[in-house]
């Protein structure tokens, strides 16, 4: 019997080595444009007035870590603690976006500035929010809440009780996987008139309401605008490197 050859393909071991891709330096111009008006905003602006003067008038302590999206308002209400969340990528709701952004880019090529300002200009005045408000007790259980506002209105979602107030607050997997085993209350469009006006009182007495909710608005656009720095500078130092 005659034995067939194979053909072999000798493989180098060497590592290849790439240049930087050829439109890096572009892109890195590019930002370095982005970053500069958008710093020169920021300097402009400076601190928003609005979460001072809300902070005075309600009581709300607002905390938020940069490069996250979380925005944690806390105050005592007599032997209430009340902690309200909401997520700056709520923002997102907008029908509009980023889409318009590109299609002015590729119109106008290299027009940073323009584009930038495209960008803040077209910046939506009112979007639909999903929030939580969490009210604890000592030597009770926590009374936690689901809530959407929209143009100014705050409708209730879900009304749940949790063992405790890490539970209702966490951002971690284990909370929220217990607080999507609770219960979620009954539908509040069925409940009477009467417990449905006095939920709405309970939680207008408690600064969750109009103000509460166009407060998030102009927070959720000054947070974003502040991450969109950042990550403006994090994607330059990436392609610099």
Avoid at 6 to 25: E, K, M, Q, Y
Avoid at 118 to 129: L, M, N, Q, S, V
Avoid at 153 to 164: A, K, L, Q, S, T
Wanted: net charge negative.
């Amino acid at each position: 019997m005659r034995s067939l050859g194979v053909a072999t393909r000798s493989l180098s071991t060497s590592p290849l080595v790439f240049a930087n891709g050829s439109v890096d330096n572009d892109l890195s111009h590019t930002l370095s444009e982005e970053i500069k008006y958008e710093a020169g905003q920021a300097a402009e602006e400076g601190e928003p007035e609005f979460i001072q003067a809300f902070s005075n008038k309600t009581g709300f302590k607002v905390k938020t870590e940069a490069g996250k999206n979380n925005v944690f308002l806390t105050k005592q209400f007599g032997n209430e603690s009340i902690t309200v969340v909401f997520d700056v990528q709520e923002i997102l709701n907008v029908d509009d976006p980023i889409a318009d952004i590109s299609v002015y880019r590729e119109n106008e090529q290299g027009d940073t500035t323009k584009e930038a300002e495209k960008r803040a200009d077209d910046t939506p005045e009112d979007f639909p929010i999903h929030f939580t408000a969490t009210f604890a007790k000592p030597n009770a259980p926590v009374f936690y809440m689901e809530l959407e506002s929209s143009e100014g209105e705050i409708g209730v979602e879900h009304m749940r009780f949790m063992p405790d107030e890490a539970t209702a607050t966490g951002t971690d997997m284990a909370s929220e996987w217990t607080r999507g085993q609770a219960y979620c209350g009954p539908i509040f469009g069925q409940l009477s008139d009467d417990l449905k006006e006095n939920i709405d009182a309970f939680l207008s007495e408690r600064n969750i309401d109009t103000a509460l909710t166009l407060f998030m608005q102009d927070y959720i656009e000054f947070k974003e605008q502040g991450e969109y720095l950042t990550w403006l500078q994090k994607f330059k130092g990436f392609i610099d490197a």
